[in-house]
């Protein structure tokens, strides 16, 4: 029986799942808050590296701005997206204005942008504001 590790969104406990209760409705260990709530995770430079790191999933971080008009467009979309795709994803947002050692990192250079890690490491990457189908059609890819 293989185990998932998963960060609870609520006190940043690593969790182990196995693989067949992820859609079961998991909760953490230590706080029982839900692991996954269907929708995208406000998060700072610190969670966000402790999701790419530890989460036993792949990872599709939103990074957006609250002044930015395409990323106010977007969030609905990403919202949907959430509900669809987890739990055999988690959905992230990080505030591109609070985060600038990530922006650095990943080179981003307009927002919105969205990162999809898999296993720790970014394994794509996409400027501009997209459709929730559009969404899902490029992390399926």
Same mark, same amino acid.
């Given at each position: 029986?293989?185990?998932?590790?998963?960060?609870?969104?609520?006190?940043?406990?690593?969790?182990?799942?196995?693989?067949?209760?992820?859609? &079961?409705?998991?909760? $953490?260990?230590? $706080? =029982?808050?839900? %692991?996954?709530?269907? =929708?995208? %995770?406000?998060?700072?430079?610190?969670?966000?590296?402790? =999701?790419?790191?530890?989460?036993?999933?792949?990872?599709?971080?939103?990074?957006?701005?609250?002044?930015?008009?395409?990323?106010?467009?977007?969030?609905?979309?990403?919202? &949907?997206?959430?509900? &669809? !795709?987890?739990?055999?994803?988690? %959905? !992230?947002?990080?505030?591109?204005?609070?985060?600038?050692?990530?922006?650095?990192?990943?080179?981003?250079?307009?927002?919105?942008?969205? %990162?999809?890690?898999?296993?720790?490491?970014?394994?794509?990457?996409?400027?501009?504001?997209?459709?929730?189908?559009?969404?899902? &059609?490029?992390?399926?890819?």
């Amino acid at each position: 029986m293989a185990a998932i590790t998963l960060v609870c969104p609520a006190c940043s406990t690593i969790n182990r799942v196995p693989a067949e209760r992820l859609a &079961q409705a998991p909760v $953490c260990g230590a $706080c =029982h808050q839900p %692991l996954f709530t269907a =929708h995208p %995770l406000s998060v700072d430079e610190n969670a966000l590296a402790r =999701h790419i790191q530890n989460d036993g999933i792949d990872v599709l971080v939103d990074i957006w701005a609250p002044w930015c008009g395409p990323c106010n467009s977007m969030a609905p979309h990403f919202e &949907q997206a959430a509900a &669809q !795709l987890e739990p055999r994803m988690r %959905l !992230l947002k990080l505030n591109a204005d609070t985060a600038p050692a990530t922006m650095t990192k990943y080179a981003v250079r307009s927002i919105p942008t969205l %990162l999809l890690f898999s296993g720790g490491a970014l394994k794509a990457q996409n400027a501009g504001a997209m459709t929730a189908p559009q969404i899902l &059609q490029w992390v399926r890819r």
